[in-house]
């Protein structure tokens, strides 16, 4: 079975602009979150969707936001980007009820 | 407030040895944890987890242990091989009033040396 897919791995853009980066959870998983990994903050959870609704929300400003759609794929934008948005997203899925979470290879972002 | 903490930055250990990664919580409503294995430039490995209904769990070379009252788990790692060499992250997990949506909190993380 086919693990968690992350597209871009990498990416740089520059301050003001956005980004929007995708994910294909494993195949049956219709759950999906995303988090952030910066050295600073170390792992912080952003996001989780599951059948195309956000059930929980992390820490972070309306800068960030996803969505998910029917085949369960999902997307993350960031809006105005910052230098400090400079980081390693990481997607996850699992199934629902099952708090084993399988990550993604991530995407790694810079800000310049 | 860290509220999973991984008081070892970095660990060493000569291969054939046993490793064992420490992690403390403070928040009594989790009740699921879990350990993941990361090397650099790839996303989080997991591991190996444990209910808070169980005090130990099994997985080949890897146990981890629960000791509710502490709040403290620790992953054990027997033997220790050079392949084993990464950085190694607790997480905990809430199960919320919906009953299904879970976030993970993790610790910031043990760089664990398994040494030839």
């Known amino acids: 079975k086919a693990g968690v897919t992350q597209t871009p791995r990498y990416l740089i853009k520059t301050r003001g602009q956005q980004v929007t980066l995708s994910c294909s959870p494993i195949s049956g998983h219709r759950s999906v979150s995303w988090y952030q990994q910066t050295p600073g903050q170390g792992l912080q959870f952003l996001f989780e969707?599951?059948?195309?609704?956000?059930?929980n929300k992390g820490n972070f400003p309306g800068r960030f936001s996803g969505r998910q759609f029917s085949n369960s794929r999902s997307e993350m934008n960031v809006s105005t980007l910052e230098l400090g948005d400079s980081a390693l997203y990481l997607c996850a899925s699992s199934l629902d009820r099952n708090p084993e979470q399988y990550f993604g290879p991530g995407t790694r972002l810079t800000v310049t | 407030d860290q509220q999973v903490k991984q008081n070892s930055p970095s660990l060493s250990v000569q291969e054939g040895r046993i490793s064992i990664l420490n992690c403390d919580y403070t928040?009594?409503?989790?009740?699921?944890f879990l350990w993941y294995k990361k090397y650099p430039a790839e996303g989080p490995t997991f591991l190996i987890s444990i209910s808070s209904i169980k005090d130990k769990n099994e997985d080949g070379r890897f146990t981890v242990f629960l000791n509710k009252s502490a709040k403290h788990l620790s992953l054990h790692i027997v033997p220790s091989q050079p392949g084993d060499s990464a950085v190694y992250f607790c997480a905990a997990s809430t199960t919320f009033s919906s009953g299904s949506a879970r976030q993970l909190t993790f610790g910031s993380g043990t760089q664990l040396t398994v040494l030839p």
């Open positions: 969707y599951f059948s195309e609704t956000q059930r």
């Open positions: 928040n009594s409503m989790f009740d699921y």
